[in-house]
């Protein structure tokens, strides 16, 4: 007979876990896109760990990528996608079964 108890813990979506990951889903959470520059500076990291975080939350289908220019500037927007909003949402939902109210 196996233990049907699961700790909560174990509903941790392991994409998302990682400090910096998840930075960067709480701030796309807040907004309905965010640019590169804007979101490097509000998580605090460099732009390769930035780069390597985001490459992670794309190919999980969190986030959407957009390049494109802002007048003859280049730009990359982030924003999160349907699943990666459903994908936050749980997060934070196992995060108060942990901690409670």
Same mark, same amino acid.
């Given at each position: 007979m196996?233990?049907?108890r699961? *700790?909560?813990? *174990?509903q941790?979506?392991?994409v998302?876990? +990682?400090?910096?990951r998840?930075?960067v889903?709480a +701030?796309?959470? =807040? +907004?309905? $896109?965010? @640019?590169?520059?804007?979101?490097?500076d509000t998580? &605090?990291?460099?732009?390769?760990?930035?780069?390597?975080?985001?490459?992670?939350?794309?190919a999980?289908? #969190?986030?959407a990528?957009?390049? =494109? #220019? &802002?007048g003859? $500037?280049?730009r @990359?927007?982030?924003?999160?996608? &349907?699943? =990666?909003?459903a994908?936050f949402?749980r #997060?934070? &939902?196992t !995060?108060?079964l !942990?901690? =409670?109210?």
């Amino acid at each position: 007979m196996t233990d049907s108890r699961v *700790h909560p813990r *174990h509903q941790l979506d392991e994409v998302i876990h +990682a400090p910096v990951r998840l930075s960067v889903m709480a +701030a796309l959470a =807040g +907004a309905e $896109r965010i @640019t590169f520059g804007f979101l490097r500076d509000t998580v &605090e990291v460099s732009d390769s760990l930035l780069s390597k975080h985001i490459a992670t939350l794309d190919a999980a289908g #969190y986030i959407a990528v957009v390049k =494109g #220019y &802002e007048g003859k $500037r280049p730009r @990359t927007w982030f924003s999160l996608t &349907e699943q =990666g909003r459903a994908a936050f949402q749980r #997060y934070r &939902e196992t !995060l108060q079964l !942990l901690i =409670g109210d």
